[in-house]
Protein backbone atom coordinates (compact mmCIF):
# COMPACT_ATOMS: atom_id res chain seq x y z
CA UNK A 1 0.00 0.00 0.00
CA UNK A 2 1.44 3.27 -0.69
CA UNK A 3 1.54 6.31 1.57
CA UNK A 4 -0.78 8.23 -0.21
CA UNK A 5 -3.98 5.45 0.29
CA UNK A 6 -2.20 4.59 3.86
CA UNK A 7 -2.42 8.68 4.41
CA UNK A 8 -6.25 8.69 2.73
CA UNK A 9 -6.78 5.75 5.24
CA UNK A 10 -6.02 7.63 8.25
CA UNK A 11 -7.96 11.02 7.52
CA UNK A 12 -11.28 9.23 6.56
CA UNK A 13 -10.91 7.80 10.21
CA UNK A 14 -11.70 9.95 13.52
CA UNK A 15 -8.55 9.99 14.68
CA UNK A 16 -7.53 11.36 11.61
CA UNK A 17 -10.07 14.11 11.63
CA UNK A 18 -9.17 15.10 15.13
CA UNK A 19 -5.43 15.53 14.50
CA UNK A 20 -5.97 17.41 11.46
CA UNK A 21 -8.54 19.49 13.52
CA UNK A 22 -6.11 20.15 16.15
CA UNK A 23 -3.26 21.24 13.55
CA UNK A 24 -5.73 23.46 12.20
CA UNK A 25 -6.24 25.15 15.30
CA UNK A 26 -2.39 25.39 16.16
CA UNK A 27 -1.80 26.71 12.94
CA UNK A 28 -4.30 29.22 13.13
CA UNK A 29 -3.71 30.80 16.48
CA UNK A 30 -0.26 30.73 15.28
CA UNK A 31 -0.65 32.49 11.94
CA UNK A 32 -2.48 35.65 13.90
CA UNK A 33 0.13 36.07 15.48
CA UNK A 34 1.53 37.73 12.53
CA UNK A 35 1.22 41.53 11.96
CA UNK A 36 1.50 43.45 8.96
CA UNK A 37 2.00 42.48 5.30
CA UNK A 38 3.31 39.21 6.39
CA UNK A 39 -0.01 38.18 7.87
CA UNK A 40 -1.13 35.28 6.06
CA UNK A 41 -4.77 36.60 5.98
CA UNK A 42 -6.55 34.28 3.03
CA UNK A 43 -4.58 31.03 4.55
CA UNK A 44 -5.80 31.64 8.31
CA UNK A 45 -9.35 32.07 6.44
CA UNK A 46 -9.53 28.86 4.21
CA UNK A 47 -8.16 26.93 7.18
CA UNK A 48 -10.90 28.61 9.28
CA UNK A 49 -13.28 27.39 7.00
CA UNK A 50 -12.19 24.26 6.58
CA UNK A 51 -12.06 23.84 10.56
CA UNK A 52 -15.30 24.59 10.73
CA UNK A 53 -17.07 22.13 7.94
CA UNK A 54 -18.46 18.44 8.82
CA UNK A 55 -14.87 17.19 8.30
CA UNK A 56 -13.43 18.63 11.32
CA UNK A 57 -13.87 18.62 14.98
CA UNK A 58 -13.37 22.07 15.73
CA UNK A 59 -16.05 22.29 18.28
CA UNK A 60 -14.38 19.54 20.54
CA UNK A 61 -10.67 20.84 19.70
CA UNK A 62 -11.53 24.06 20.74
CA UNK A 63 -13.97 23.67 23.83
CA UNK A 64 -10.85 21.38 24.88
CA UNK A 65 -8.51 24.91 24.91
CA UNK A 66 -11.17 26.89 26.44
CA UNK A 67 -11.55 24.77 29.54
CA UNK A 68 -9.39 23.01 31.89
CA UNK A 69 -7.28 20.66 29.77
CA UNK A 70 -7.25 18.04 32.19
CA UNK A 71 -10.44 17.87 32.64
CA UNK A 72 -11.98 17.99 28.96
CA UNK A 73 -8.94 15.89 27.57
CA UNK A 74 -10.30 13.07 29.80
CA UNK A 75 -13.67 13.84 28.57
CA UNK A 76 -12.47 14.45 24.73
CA UNK A 77 -10.74 11.04 24.91
CA UNK A 78 -13.64 9.16 26.13
CA UNK A 79 -15.52 10.66 23.31
CA UNK A 80 -13.26 9.53 20.66
CA UNK A 81 -12.78 6.32 22.54
CA UNK A 82 -16.64 5.57 21.91
CA UNK A 83 -16.95 6.87 19.09
CA UNK A 84 -14.11 4.53 17.46
CA UNK A 85 -15.38 1.15 18.56
CA UNK A 86 -15.44 -0.95 15.72
CA UNK A 87 -13.02 1.55 13.71
CA UNK A 88 -9.48 0.11 12.81
CA UNK A 89 -6.29 1.43 11.11
CA UNK A 90 -3.33 -0.15 10.83
CA UNK A 91 0.00 1.62 10.17
CA UNK A 92 1.59 -1.28 8.17
Known sequence: MNTVTQASEFLSTY???LIISQALIIAIRELSKV????RQISN???MQDLLDSDYCLGDIMSEAESSNPI???AD???RVTSSMAGESY???
Open 15 to 17: RGR
Open 44 to 46: IAD
Open 35 to 38: EGAH
Open 76 to 78: NLE
Open 90 to 92: SYD
Open 71 to 73: EQY
